[in-house]
């Protein structure tokens, strides 16, 4: 939170999750979340911009999302499989940022933007942090 305060005053900050809340998205899951994401959300669940739109997303929606990303059917015929990237937050125009996943483990920092129309993963950050500053001033965009 405080690298995002000494970015912008515009963006809002929710009430923390708590410990087991974290550990149940874990285990529903199948993935141990990386210790920036876990750090951020122990802080505020979700960052919401100046707009109403969520910069990183609640962890009601990482759950949702991630599960219906590697669940839906429709999904399983169009594109490659999700099991492999925790997806934290999106774009807004349908692309979606990830973590990479590796033996049910994050066990690098980097950033990869899916992009829902040609089914591409591409490198973004080094880390959450890295991506949230790009976000925020511009040097990220997709």
Known sequence: MDLIKELTKK???QLPV???????????LH????????????????V???YGCDIIWT??????????FRK???????????DHLLFFADAGN???FAFPILNGKIVKNDIYVW????DSRTWISTSLSSFIKGWINGTISV
């Open 94 to 96: 349908g692309d979606q």
């Open 18 to 28: 708590t410990e087991s809340q974290l550990l149940e998205l874990e285990s529903m």
């Open 115 to 118: 992009n829902h129309e040609d």
């Open 11 to 13: 963006y809002k900050f």
């Open 48 to 50: 919401i911009d100046e």
């Open 59 to 68: 962890i009601e929606r990482i759950k949702k999302d991630n599960l219906e």
């Open 31 to 46: 993935v141990e979340l990386p210790k920036s994401l876990k750090g951020l959300l122990l802080e505020s669940n979700g």
């Open 72 to 82: 839906k059917n429709d999904f399983k015929e169009l594109y490659m499989p999700f």
